[in-house]
């Protein structure tokens, strides 16, 4: 056998040593500049002009545009040039007739650019790709489901994204008119109401029965789904309208011009009441979830705790806070505080009360997290957007200030409020307060350290070190931890230097099965046009669900670094059923822990390295000596840094 590089081995002792200044030294380059505006992308400002009957019509008026020509030429090429007036870049989508005049004319009339067709497996592939795109971009994409039978397969990922605030605008292929469409499968595929399929979890929905009205109702379709709260919104094509000549029925027809809604932001005296609790707290907590999406959103975050010296608590949805920083904590921080302001919680229920499943009935213990007379604030859009049928909303909690806005929106009236608000005394209780978090969060990182370094050596490989040598081979780079489906206890946010929005790009939002491969290939694919290095944590169970997306990864050139957390069991289940056993007695009737039927992925074992390089990726594994690991991790970097997709298949310990 060939010798070991010892170079490459990442040991104990060098871990503990290196993780120690990790902080200081893993700071990553400034982001490029942005590219320069042009009139069809910069956005719109609001308006610096006083009220007046010439901005009233400038603004509200008809657009200056043009008639547009229609002689000759089929409904589906206007469409495309409807597409085209917007930031759309990729369409990813499976090919399916019911849309079949739209696609001819994307990639013949429109030449395949802006959107560009990415050809996936799966409908659910397509969305998840969208979404992940979007956790680095800010910007959706568009995806097109072949009828009723492709809506479905995409259903779950638009729910994910839906529970996400993430928009992605969904098209439907449909034969609406029953006269005139193809008998059979055509027939079987259609309905009277296709959007009905997504309606309770998407944000609007529309079906367009002319050229105009598509134009109009896709303009509108973006503009609702790119307003906070984001979320998908869906349209129905009618495939004969698509095929058929443009018709303007005696109108002039013309392309809306796209002008983005300024986000809602917090009412003005609410948000002055806010600041003066969290200016007078002496343990106010922030508590951060769907925050903030942008390095700008992050940097007003920062800006307010460093105002308030108050702990940070980063929940699961974003990064919203640098990992660096020391008001940065857990959520332990919680229990102490008179104070808690909310940012966009998903469940702010559960974050300030505790629910312990404890008996075989199901009926658990609900206990309290905070102190009595503790003051809750809330700023969240998701008032504007909740449903009835579908729960994502969770469990209903009183606040005391309530703001409905959006956070980075608000962010900046609320930073002034805190400023006006504070006093000279108040700013020395505060800087006191700052120094005693400092301390805390020094201990706390070495406590973290220390905990990483338990089992170091074991076999298969714990899910600490599978992190830990994953940056030790790409902290150099300007790296994005794209969409990752491996639950690994949290340890690339204890253990890796976070600073950038797209370092983290959170959960799915659903916690659907099945997203985190085609997510984290939408997100390589947003940052390999930045230049970036894109690495994912891949869960065995989830890649199963829709292992195509593979395929498209390498069919369109999108780099990406797979580690797989191959723990060969859907090891949540494994835990649940081992749970209500222990409160049913049977393992001591039976004398067997049965948890894992039902739920191992063993027997045989998945050779996912095998599965990749059939697909065109390089692959190795599976990868069960932890020494083995740092070497193989090299050398799929540099596959990577190449230009070609990479999966690496470790047996890990099951978080």
Not at 20 to 44: I, M
Not at 360 to 380: D, F, H, M, N, Y
Not at 541 to 557: E, F, I, N, Q, S
């Amino acid at each position: 056998m060939p010798k070991k590089d010892s170079s490459l081995k990442l040991n104990r002792r060098k871990f503990l040593a290196a993780a120690a200044v990790a902080g200081a030294s893993g700071a990553v380059n400034p982001a490029k500049a942005a590219t320069p505006a042009t009139p069809e992308t910069q956005q719109r400002l609001p308006s610096a002009l006083p009220p007046n009957a010439r901005v009233a019509a400038a603004e509200t008026g008809a657009p200056d545009i043009p008639p547009y020509s229609t002689e000759g030429r089929p409904t589906s090429d206007f469409m495309v040039d409807v597409i085209k007036t917007l930031d759309i870049k990729y369409m990813p989508a499976n090919p399916a007739a019911s849309y079949r005049s739209l696609h001819e004319s994307l990639i013949d009339y429109g030449k395949n650019t802006m959107p560009e067709f990415l050809t996936c497996m799966h409908e659910e592939s397509a969305v998840g790709m969208a979404h992940g795109y979007y956790k680095i971009t800010n910007k959706p994409l568009m995806t097109v489901c072949h009828g009723t039978v492709g809506l479905m397969h995409a259903t779950m990922n638009i729910y994910n994204a839906f529970c996400d605030h993430a928009p992605v605008i969904v098209i439907a292929g449909n034969d609406l008119d029953a006269a005139y469409r193809p008998p059979e499968v055509p027939t079987i595929h259609s309905a009277q109401d296709i959007n009905a399929i997504v309606r309770d979890f998407t944000k609007w929905d529309d079906t367009p029965v002319s050229a105009q009205h598509f134009a109009q109702s896709f303009v509108r379709a973006y503009q609702i789904a790119t307003t906070p709260p984001c979320a998908p919104v869906a349209l129905s094509l009618d495939d004969e309208l698509a095929q058929g000549p443009i018709r303007d029925y005696g109108q002039k027809l013309y392309i809306p011009k796209f002008v983005p809604n300024a986000p809602p932001q917090g009412e003005l005296g609410a948000v002055r009441d806010a600041a003066q609790l969290l200016v007078n707290a002496e343990h106010p907590v922030i508590v951060a979830d769907r925050a903030v999406n942008t390095q700008k959103g992050i940097n007003l975050l920062v800006q307010l705790a460093e105002l308030l010296q108050a702990p940070v608590v980063r929940q699961r949805a974003r990064l919203n806070f640098p990992t660096t920083h020391y008001l940065g904590r857990p959520a332990s921080v919680i229990p102490q505080a008179d104070v808690i302001m909310g940012l966009e919680l998903t469940d702010y229920w559960d974050t300030v009360n505790k629910f312990i499943d404890n008996n075989a009935e199901g009926v658990g213990t609900v206990t309290s997290r905070i102190k009595p007379g503790t003051k809750l604030i809330s700023i969240s859009t998701a008032q504007l957007i909740t449903k009835s049928n579908y729960q994502e909303f969770e469990r209903f909690q009183s606040v005391d200030v309530p703001i409905v806005g959006d956070v980075e929106a608000t962010l900046p009236s609320l930073i002034e409020a805190v400023k006006l608000a504070l006093t000279d005394d108040r700013k020395n209780v505060i800087a006191q307060r700052g120094q005693s978090i400092r301390k805390d969060h020094e201990r706390g990182r070495n406590a973290n350290l220390q905990a990483a370094a338990i089992a170091w050596e074991a076999s298969p490989i714990s899910t600490a070190r599978l992190c830990a040598e994953i940056y030790a081979q790409i902290k150099d780079f300007d790296w994005s931890l794209v969409p990752s489906s491996g639950n690994v206890s949290g340890w690339p946010l204890r253990l890796w230097p976070m600073e950038k929005h797209y370092q983290w790009t959170g959960t799915s939002g659903g916690y659907g099965v099945g997203w985190g491969a085609p997510a984290s290939v939408g997100a390589a694919l947003a940052n390999r046009d930045e230049g970036r290095f894109s690495v994912s944590i891949q869960s065995d169970g989830d890649l199963m669900y829709a292992p195509g997306v593979l395929w498209t990864a390498v069919r369109h050139k999108i780099p990406l670094l797979a580690v797989m957390h191959n723990n060969r069991g859907y090891h949540q289940e494994v835990m649940t059923v081992q749970r209500l056993a222990n409160f049913r007695n049977r393992v001591a009737y039976t004398g067997d822990d049965l948890g894992p039927m039902g739920t191992s992925i063993m027997n045989p074992d998945i050779e996912y390295h095998k599965l990749a390089e059939s697909m065109g990726w390089w692959a190795k594994g599976p990868i069960k000596d932890p020494a083995d690991l740092g070497p193989t991790l090299k050398e799929a970097v540099a596959v990577v840094r190449g230009g070609q997709p990479a999966l690496v298949n470790v047996w890990t310990q099951p978080r």
